[in-house]
């Protein structure tokens, strides 16, 4: 994966922290250990974005070139030099695999 494409699943996981985080700020009584656990996922949250502004300019967008392979088959001329060395035996004409 790319830093970019790790950077992007970690933000994900985070929005999913702090959802539940949310979710369990609405079920747990309020007090010193939910407080310290959304103040965690807040700390986490600024870290990433921090991480994300300090990454490489260009990495955030590099992504491989895509190179087009056509489907018309190759000239067969092309091959007329070459041995069949790694072909296997059924290449070749009267050999067998041994």
Do not use: N
């Not at 702090?18 to 007090?31: D, I």
């Not at 967008?61 to 087009?68: G, M, Q, S, W, Y």
Request: glycine share 8%.
């Amino acid at each position: 994966m790319s830093l970019h494409d790790e950077l992007t699943a970690a933000q994900r996981c985070l929005d999913d922290l702090v959802r539940a985080v949310g979710r369990l700020e609405g079920q747990v009584e309020s007090g010193l250990d939910i407080r310290r656990v959304r103040t965690d996922a807040d700390h986490l949250r600024e870290s990433l974005a921090l991480l994300r502004a300090a990454a490489p300019p260009g990495t955030a967008t590099a992504r491989p070139d895509l190179v087009t392979i056509s489907d018309t088959p190759y000239d067969t001329s092309l091959w007329t030099d070459a041995d069949d060395e790694g072909l296997g035996s059924a290449r070749t004409r009267g050999r067998r695999a041994p």
